[in-house]
């Protein structure tokens, strides 16, 4: 079950790292600098520096909610799963920081949240809190010691955390981490082989290679601490996968390029401004990616895409939607300044002509005026109600009809009728809907009831001459 | 008393649901075809069992994760439509 530790100095063969990925960078040069300083999934605990003798230790720790259930608070309690895990990163450079062709290596370990028994004669696993407490002190004194000694210095905290989080996770992913962004990671190493084993039975009977499976969320973590996602959502996960490392080293790189093309051709037939431009921006990624593959592949070939005509094309498609939206916008302010100079008109009208005439004096000679006026002013604080209701009800139309700002529950609530293209479903959601507006009016309909009748009252009643 | 407090947020969970099943209307049917393809019953919506396509090109209509199953003292893989997949299934079809 335990995979064999791979060489971080050999030469990137399938075997040592079977799994190769990139992280995006724009420049071609990732800062290693920045790993761990992010916010995203959650904000991440981490210690990121160079020694004295210019070499770079890195410990990052971060809590990662993993359930794709739609509402997991709920589905995963009850089922007893978790997807909350605690992953810890612990690296240093191969290299000193100064020479160009260093690389970050060490490990990922996953740590799910379990409460393992204890194991007679072994060290035995530990929970997720005590993993993040162990990290996080390690974390804290390599970040507060300004001058190191010899048995304080991130080297040593690094070694010591390590040595800790093998023997104490159940889950250790090797990897090494290159500047131009490339990434090898190795298969899994299972310290607690049960775990191991029937996941990857169990994945297995659903299609699933989880060796793979896994090495790829250990990628997805390393890509959340390295890179600021600016050019897709940051959920979207799966924009970039690992490809398996091929003996030639030249497949992976054009399956990637694959991916990212495959990416930018899907979004430019969405068609709003913000996908297309933040496409440009993949484009950008897809030419470093070439340009830092182009520098080690010794002759051999990359595919070819035409990067210059597809931005220049994407660019003319941006501005095309803009100026769309431009009208489609002057459109609606238009209809907004009508709506506004008519309600305009007719409070003017109302306030400068009726409301003089409605005073005790003329009450007689406009009585359907003053009837209504009385009911308002009678039921001042239930007007008052509806006047603050009504356009808090369009606002929250209008805002849970753009898809962007769902988010959270209500963005899983969308996912379902996304299935089934099925008007049961989607009349289904407008009954219940329906049955929720009826119980709310329902609950203030007895205070809502005398301002209504007493309106109706005042507007259709006969008028007694 | 609980009831004038409980009336409010139904009031606006109930628009909420009127307005996606309104765009449950727009749902676009070639996506919806391809969605469904990756579920076996409701459930898998439910429970976050939706697979992602088996293949080397990354399928950025499904983002993955996993769950941890204390019961049977393993990892599971799990799954749902990504947040890009709902832009597309809905505004393609508008």
Known sequence: MESEEPDNNAAETPVDWPYSGWIPTAVGRLSFRHIGDTDFPERAEYANRVDAGDFRYIVVRQYRALSDALFPSLTDTISNRSGRFVFVLTARSDQKTSNNDARIVGSVFIVPDFKPAPVAGSPGMSGQGEIASKADEAIKAINSNRSYGPDRSPEGECASIDNYLVHHTPIRIAFALSRDGVVRIAKPAFTDVELGGKSIEQAKARGVDYERYLAEQAYFFLRDVAHAHQHHEPQTDTLLGLQETDPADIEWRNRLLFALHHHVIGQRRQGDPETLTRTLGVIAYARAFEACSGKGLQGKKLVQFENDSLAQSVATSVRACEIRALETERRRAHGRAMAIWASVAVISILAIFVQPRLNLHEAEAFPRMYAISTVFAEYIVVAIGIAIMLPLAVAWRNWARQVDNRVGSMRNTLRAPLYFNSLKVSLAYIALGLVLIGYGISVYFPVIRPLVSGLLMALFAPQIE | ?94
């Open chain 2, 1 to 94: 008393m609980l009831h004038y407090i409980a009336a409010i947020p139904a009031f606006f969970l109930g628009l909420l649901l009127i307005v996606i099943g309104l765009s449950g209307f727009r749902v676009d049917r070639t996506e919806a075809g391809k969605n469904r393809a990756r579920i076996d019953s409701w459930t898998d919506i439910l429970m976050g069992r939706v697979r992602p396509k088996d293949d080397w090109m990354p399928d950025s209509r499904v983002q993955c994760g996993m769950v941890y199953n204390r019961k049977e003292h393993r990892l599971e893989v799990s799954g749902r439509l990504s947040v890009e997949s709902l832009k597309r299934g809905i505004r393609r079809a508008g």
